[in-house]
């Protein structure tokens, strides 16, 4: 399966999703916001499938983090993820660069489906 990295400094929602991902097979490597998760793209050289980030996050929000990570690993594949509608329009000048944006709050089956759509 896929090499996924979440950064959301919200803890529930990070577990959450993390369990469900690896449930379905994903190898998951969590961040609690985009510092971190730059830190660990660059230890890894950005060997990830896939970034899942949240938009809105202390210290490196997920645009930020988009950015950096789009510029360092062109083929890298994000997925960003928000509950403020305003932070959505925030994402619009990212889209040749993320897959999409999923609303805050979803399912289990949305962010499966989500992250299934992202990767294929």
């Given amino acids: 399966m896929a090499n996924i990295l979440i950064a959301e400094d ?4 990070r577990s959450f999703v993390s369990r469900a991902l690896n449930l379905d097979g994903h190898d998951v490597t969590s961040a609690m916001d985009g510092l971190e998760a730059l ?3 660059e230890e890894q050289e950005g060997s990830f499938d896939l970034v ?3 938009i809105r996050m202390p210290g490196m929000d997920g645009i930020a983090l988009a950015h950096s990570a789009s510029q360092n690993w062109n083929e890298l594949r994000i997925l960003l993820m928000t509950g403020f509608a305003d932070q959505r329009e ?3 000048d990212l889209m040749q660069i993320v897959v999409d944006v999923v609303e805050k ?3 289990l089956d949305k962010i499966r489906t989500a992250v299934n759509s992202a990767l294929h």
Avoid: T
């Avoid at 919200?10 to 929602?13: E, I, L, N, R, S």
């Fill in 90 to 92: 925030r994402a619009d």
């Fill in 39 to 41: 830190d660990i793209l």
């Fill in 52 to 54: 899942l980030s949240d």
């Fill in 105 to 107: 709050p979803f399912s």
């Fill in 10 to 13: 919200d803890d529930m929602v």
